[in-house]
T-cell receptor
């Protein structure tokens, strides 16, 4: 019973061609996060939503955008992917921004940029 | 701000041997501590967590971790590993006193269990 579902699992795009990754959750959690994880590195937080309140990390490039049309769905848009954007993108949720911090992750979307 | 250091990037070990994955953190306030596991091409899964109370916490698959406040450590141990434990393990910390802070992850330790 997958609770955080990411699509697609694998995405191949060309340099500069926009791509959208999606995340849906059945947990009814208020907080949704997008992380970027490069090979053999820790996940790096790009941004998060608390309900519809969007919070961007200071060092997240403008090339990355996000949308959360409702509680269940969140999208990551990469407007002009570069070779350096090839990574695993992880969506996660948590029940409350003020809680203990346990995150529930999806299986990730691996992006390849040609 | 917190930081997390995982001293070993890779730990090779033979099946049925014991293992310890080290994690040290720095923080000026009280913290919550977590270990997450990531199997190949998958997302992270919570393995165990320390919030308060007993400093020794256990997971359902035989891992345990001990919170040591004086040494600011939260090392992960298992007395006998299986091939299926091969994965990347991430230690993470969150400020317990300032609600709304994000998790800070360590760099990860790749556990490689050999037959």
């Amino acid at each position: 019973d997958a609770m955080v579902i990411q699509n697609p699992r694998y995405q191949v795009t060309q340099f500069g061609k926009p791509v959208t990754l999606s995340c849906s959750q059945t947990l009814n959690h208020n907080v949704m996060y997008w992380y970027q994880q490069k090979s053999s590195q820790a996940p790096k937080l790009l941004f998060h939503y608390y309900d519809k309140d969007f919070n961007n990390e200071a060092d997240t490039p403008d090339n990355f955008q996000s949308r959360r049309p409702n509680t269940s769905f969140c999208f990551l848009d990469i407007r002009s992917p570069g070779l350096g954007d090839a990574a695993m993108y992880l969506c996660a949720t948590s029940g409350s921004k003020w809680g203990i911090g346990e995150l529930f992750f999806g299986e990730g979307s691996r992006l390849t940029v040609l | 701000a917190q930081s997390v250091t995982q001293l070993d990037s890779q730990v090779p070990v033979f099946e049925e041997a014991p293992v310890e994955l080290r994690c040290n953190y720095s923080s000026s306030v009280s913290v919550y501590l977590f270990w997450y596991v990531q199997y190949p091409n998958q997302g992270l899964q919570l393995l165990l967590k320390y919030l308060s109370g007993s400093t020794l916490v256990e997971s359902i698959n035989g891992f345990e971790a001990e919170f040591n406040k004086s040494q600011t450590s939260f090392h992960l141990r298992k007395p006998s590993v299986h091939i299926s434990d091969t994965a990347e393990y991430f230690c993470a910390v969150r400020d317990a006193s300032n609600a709304g802070n994000m998790l800070t992850f360590g760099g990860g330790t790749r556990l490689m269990v050999k037959p």
